[in-house]
């Protein structure tokens, strides 16, 4: 994952890829979130704020940084079981961490949420799978989205 492209494109890609309306859906609030947050669905937008001010899930206002952590908790609910389960923990944890980086610590801050998101939605998603705890995946994207708005 690069800090290029637009966050709507990569919504999509990750509700193609795990074929489903659900994971189309929380996507896609996602990017809305994201948008509300940084102002621009650029993906390299996003990251050059999070450059600037820091990770976005220590960021204050409490609304913003709320926004951040329901929009990965988010991507994580819907981690479909398998070998995209990584990949959609990696994307909650550069929703939350940003993919700017600027500095070795930045670099360390961001790898380190690459690698916890990936590591948490390979032990999540096949435990959540076949529960109804997914369901409140776009629910959550929507609140991220709104809180994001709010701030």
Do not use: I
Not at 1 to 8: I, L, R, V, Y
Not at 25 to 41: E, Y
Not at 105 to 112: S, T
Request: positive net charge; hydrophobic residues 70%.
């Amino acid at each position: 994952m690069t800090s290029t492209g637009d966050a709507f494109l990569l919504a999509l890609l990750l509700g193609f890829a795990a074929r489903s309306r659900l994971v189309g859906a929380t996507t896609t609030a996602v990017a809305v979130a994201l948008l509300a947050r940084w102002g621009s669905s650029s993906l390299a937008a996003a990251a050059g704020a999070q450059a600037v001010l820091g990770p976005a899930f220590l960021l204050l206002p409490v609304p913003s940084m709320a926004s951040t952590w329901l929009a990965a908790a988010a991507l994580l609910l819907v981690a479909p079981v398998g070998w995209l389960a990584p990949l959609f923990g990696a994307t909650a944890g550069l929703v939350a961490a940003g993919p700017g980086v600027t500095s070795p610590l930045d670099a360390l801050v961001r790898l380190a949420a690459l690698a916890a998101g990936a590591a948490l939605a390979w032990f999540v998603a096949p435990r959540l799978a076949l529960t109804w705890v997914p369901r409140l995946a776009p629910g959550l994207a929507v609140a991220a989205a709104a809180l994001a708005v709010a701030a």
